[in-house]
């Protein structure tokens, strides 16, 4: 057997190196993003992933996955001022340079609309916040437990 011959067996009869993979479903990072700026588990799909405003249901109704794990914190928060801020700033500085209004009238259009359009944002921004939790396997969602410090093995403190 040459080496060639060698390396072709062995490299057919190995699997993909994946790491943090521990055997469970595949878990696509788009799909399960995707799923969850649309306020759906990121997991089946079907189900809902907010039983209130903001507010992420414990378990999914359609195929009980725990969404309880998720820790989107601050993150939705920032990425919506990211997106909005640059949408709000830049209609501002279009309608600055086209039409002339006082100060006053940008105020009375662009306040609002920003205020409104980071409600209406932030709750699928978090959708999907906790979608990109859910296919990374971050804070529990992998099986692992929460309250076991992996470098040691023992509890956190
Ligand atoms: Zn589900």
Redesign the pocket.
Known sequence: MTVREAAKETAGSQKPVRYGDTGDAERPLGRSIIRGLRC????????RLFGAFLKPVDA??????DMHHHRSDDLPPYIVIVIIGHVALGGFMMTDMVFDMSPWAHLAIWAPLTVLSALLTIQPVKGGVIGLQWALRMHGFGGEREDIDPGRGGPLE
């Open positions: 759906r588990c990121p997991s089946c799909g079907n189900g999914c109704a359609k195929c009980g996955a």
